[in-house]
């Protein structure tokens, strides 16, 4: 895991829920993880894990009957402090910029209504999805909606403001942009789109930016070209990116870091080359298991896993993985839900993030699996 790069985002006990008439939905149920400063985490995991709630959730854009429960998302503010300058801040949001501690501020305690969430929102972290039509208005020309962005975030005039909408749009590879400037969404294709979705999510220069399955809609060559350019403006900026992907090729080719979602739970979280070779949680084993693989582990049986995801009405008590997994320890792994632990590697040093009652305690991994009478305890 790469320790040394500081964090920029980190997430601690993340609960969002659903309020339906049919129960409470714990769709992120404990989430931790961490994004460092111009590095990429993907985030993995089998449909309605969490993935997508806990980015909206990191944005406060979960919208009722959903609601973040507890937990923090830790941002670090940077030198200029811009989201500080948000204007009319409220009591709510004074009262958050006053308790960040160390530099990071608890983006949940802000007003979500308020000046400083909306700050936030596209001048320090931005989001697209893989719809880009979430984000652009199908009724205002692509320039219009971008240069009003920028101008919503930065003191500009219009004049301004377009001629930084058109550096944008040639910037993420949109041709003729002037003349795009002008264009709607109908007249672009799936690619320029999204392309165009980008240029805005990107217009004010965030931090991070958070892409929610970005390719998935798209053909094989334009997704290999989107996430080409994410890569290129992410090391223009010195951006990181935080990839919500169902694709572990996609994950192997621009990751730094995994994190491994298992029903509402980051089970594991690793640098790449870590998660391939050596993965630990059961559940990473069974997913990298059930891909096809090419190379040398190429020959090796390709196992399902085992069961469904349980929906989040009827979590299992404990481990929400012991019910599908191989190594689950009985009158143990269906009573305790294993804490966050850290995991050290074959040279000694803590290399990983894992929540398995297999791995008790980073000494621990050094003497092997832990036995059901101690993880009982
Ligand atoms: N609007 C909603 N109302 C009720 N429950 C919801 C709502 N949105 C999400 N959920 C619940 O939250 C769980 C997590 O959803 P989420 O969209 O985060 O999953 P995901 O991992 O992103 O899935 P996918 O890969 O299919 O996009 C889902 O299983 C669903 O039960």
Redesign the pocket.
Known sequence: MPGEVPPLLSVRGLRTG?D?DEGH?R??DGVDLTVRSGHTLCVV??????????ARSILQLV?R??RIIEGQVLYRLGQDHRLLKAPHPSRQDRAAVRAATDGMLDLTRLDPKGTAIRAVRGSEIAMIFQEPMVSLSPVHTIGHQIAENIRTHEEVTKKEARERTIDELRRVGIPRPERRFDSYTFQLSGGMRQRAMIAMALACRPKLLIA??PTTALDVTTQAQILELIQELQEQFDMAVML?T?DLGVVAEVADEVAV?YL?LVVEQCGVDDLFHDPRHPYTKALLDSIPTVGPRAKRRLTAIRGMVP??YDRPVGCPFHTRCVSAMPGVCDAVVPPTQAVTGPDGTVDRAVRCLLYDSAESVRRGPITAGEAGR
Do not use: N, Q, R, Y
């Open positions: 659903f339906l939905v769709a992120v995991g089998e449909s309605g894990c969490g993935k997508s709630i806990t919208e009957p959903g929610d399955e919500i169902h979602m509402g929906h989040p």
